[in-house]
């Protein structure tokens, strides 16, 4: 299957400080990625996607200004955490998909960033 | 609104033994089914998807599972479980193949030699 690579696998960062999440499809044009983030034993939980040139679509109950989403290339997504509090402490895992040509398409998922904020 | 429950959140088996992992979902329309495995530090697998058809479907590992539109169900199956299946398992519901998906908990598998 299609690789996609997300980057860091890791961070812990300081509250107040922002963090970026970068997703990378290595090797097919993701026109869609799905950004999701799971809390400790529960789902993963959508919190927006985002088209290839577009502005991300956000879930209902998640803060578009804090959870920053660009998605300017084909090959690359990234989520941004502005001015991150303990409560932001989770898991984001990104999913990349291929809607060109149209048809069904499988959502390829990233290894997942492991957020710390102390 | 969409849901998923997967009721069992640890499962351990001995190696060689039979599994099935319980999924139960909620959906107003015909549901686009998955099951995903995610081992630690790995991304999500997709182990098998449900569209329509036979509902009985193969996937990759020797796993398999079963739709049952009556119960509500896409359990997964495996007739025997080799210790490198220890991982965490995800069942998921989508409106289509390309879309957001909704998942359950997860199930943690752990194998026993």
């Known amino acids: 299957g299609a690789v996609v690579s997300q980057h860091p696998s890791r961070v812990i960062c300081k509250s107040g400080t922002s963090v970026k999440i970068e997703c990378r499809s290595l090797d097919f044009q993701a026109t869609t990625m799905f950004w999701y983030r799971q809390f400790p034993k529960q789902s993963l939980m959508l919190m927006a996607t985002s088209n290839e040139g577009s502005k991300a679509t956000y879930e209902q109950g998640v803060e578009k200004d804090k959870f920053l989403i660009n998605h300017a290339s084909l090959t690359l997504s990234t989520l941004t955490v502005t001015s991150a509090h303990p409560e932001d402490s989770s898991f984001y895992i990104c999913s990349a998909i291929n809607r060109l040509g149209g048809g069904n398409t499988e959502a390829f998922f990233g290894q997942g960033t492991r957020l710390t904020v102390v | 609104a969409q849901s998923v429950t997967q009721p069992d959140i640890h499962i351990t088996v001995s190696e060689g033994a039979s599994l099935e992992l319980r999924c139960n979902y909620s959906?107003?329309?015909?549901?686009?089914l998955f099951w995903y495995v995610q081992s630690p530090g790995q991304g999500l697998q997709l182990l098998l998807k449900y569209f329509s058809g036979d509902t009985l479907v193969q996937g990759i590992k020797g796993f398999e599972a079963e739709f049952k539109r009556s119960q509500s169900s896409f359990n997964l199956r495996k007739p025997s479980v080799h210790w490198s299946d220890a991982a965490e398992y995800f069942c998921a519901v989508g409106a289509g193949y390309g879309n957001k998906l909704v998942f359950g908990a997860g199930t943690i598998l752990r194998v026993k030699s």
């Open positions: 959906y107003g329309a015909t549901p686009y």
